[in-house]
């Protein structure tokens, strides 16, 4: 059934998203071997196929047995692919577990970029070789002289597409084009592709990476630009590039470790042996996107998701847990943590609580190791 993973290990635990014709993710946890997996399926299309599981789920009102029927017509949508890779897997640079990087391939014949696969935005964004300043400076750029495949996106009075785009830390300007696209053995052909006539300085230059892959869904607001773009996973879903439409992470706590990012299935040799997949509803449209009932301190919960609805992004892009300061503001305060980290062997247990498909609450434990950054001050001794 066309669906896209992703596989992630997020600090102790790993989250497996799973697209269906209603979005799901999964939640495996960690073991002390570090093996995890999260996987999101892609794709919110509406078929044949689709049109007859909706059908009959109206005699059918609830989410196990809708669950149950839509595995009943899987064989129906997996069949008649043929000449179709299985997967593919780049392994990902581990970079101070702050960024995963790999490399990808774009034009013909291919300029080779390092980059980091982002499921909190939308757009394939590499330098151009028209960026000459601010974060471009320092990194790779793009050559459409050089790739005989290379066109421009156009308007109807055959001017340029531009995007602006802002990410959670940093700016860039985005000229739009199409070129064919490299992920090891699978070629992407006619790929919309950003190339950055422009980037803030901060932090695109100390970056260790060129460009950034999106692997979230359409952007609204890009889309009524231009109706044809569409992102990576998008695209290779449209082609019918691979047997099963799932993309996959592991990313390792350990620094020597290299971490993999898998299309076409979800690697079972870094998930936990004997674990059930959880499932969890996508809510947003846009965004890989599940709902947090609460968050906990030792097990004890804070009500922080009693007045409204509170959502968490799963976000490939970042390797920190962030939110606004009304919520993060509180949680810090209660963990008490002193500057100097002395007391960080007596920190509580930090707990996300959620609520699978069929109801279920799941909670996600984080021991203090996992969300504190430990960091020395060699000229005041401090940490």
């Known amino acids: 059934m066309p669906y896209f993973h992703i596989f992630l290990y997020i600090l102790i635990f790993c989250v497996l998203v799973h697209i269906c014709p209603i979005h799901t993710l999964n939640i495996f946890k960690n073991d002390e071997n570090e093996k995890g997996s999260l996987n999101i399926p892609l794709g919110k299309e509406n078929n044949l196929f689709f049109n007859e599981i909706k ?111 802002q990410y959670g830390t940093g700016t860039s300007i985005l000229e739009q084009s199409y070129d064919d696209v490299y992920l090891k053995g699978l070629k992407i052909k006619h790929q919309c592709i950003g190339l950055a006539i422009e980037e803030s ?51 390792p706590k ?36 599940i709902n947090l009932l609460d968050i906990q301190l030792s097990h004890k919960n804070l009500f922080l998701c009693e007045s409204k609805k509170c959502r968490a992004a799963i976000d490939t892009g970042s390797s920190l847990i962030t939110g606004p300061s009304t919520f993060i503001q509180p949680l810090l305060e209660k963990i008490n943590l002193e500057r100097d980290c002395s007391n960080k062997e007596s920190l509580p247990i930090i707990s996300f609580v959620l609520k699978n498909v069929e109801g279920k609450e799941i909670t996600l434990d984080f021991m203090p190791e996992d969300y504190i950054i430990e960091e020395g001050d060699t000229v005041s001794k401090q940490k």
């Open 55 to 165: 059908l009959e789920n109206r005699f059918k009102n609830n989410i196990k047995g809708y669950i149950q029927n839509v595995q009943k017509f899987h064989y129906l949508m997996e069949k008649n692919k043929p000449n179709v890779l299985s997967y593919i897997q780049e392994d990902l640079l581990n970079f101070h577990n702050s960024q995963f990087i790999a490399d990808i391939g774009v034009g013909n014949p291919p300029q080779v970029f390092k980059v980091v696969f982002d499921t909190g935005s939308s757009n394939l964004a590499i330098p151009s070789t028209k960026c000459i300043k601010g974060g471009c400076a320092s990194h790779k750029k793009f050559n459409p002289n050089k790739s005989r495949t290379f066109t421009k996106n156009l308007k109807n009075n055959q001017e340029s597409v531009y995007t602006y785009i």
């Open 201 to 251: 300085l901060h932090p695109f230059s100390d970056l260790p990476f060129d460009g950034i892959v999106g692997l979230g869904f359409s952007d609204p607001d890009f889309r009524s630009q231009n109706k044809y773009a569409s992102p990576l996973i998008e695209t290779i879903k449209k082609q019918n590039l691979l047997k099963r439409n799932i993309f996959s992470f592991y990313v």
């Open 254 to 289: 350990k620094l020597e470790k290299s971490g993999a990012i898998t299309f076409g299935k979800a690697n079972k040799k870094y998930t936990v042996e004997g674990k059930s997949i959880e499932w969890f509803p996508v809510i947003s449209l846009y965004y890989w996107e």
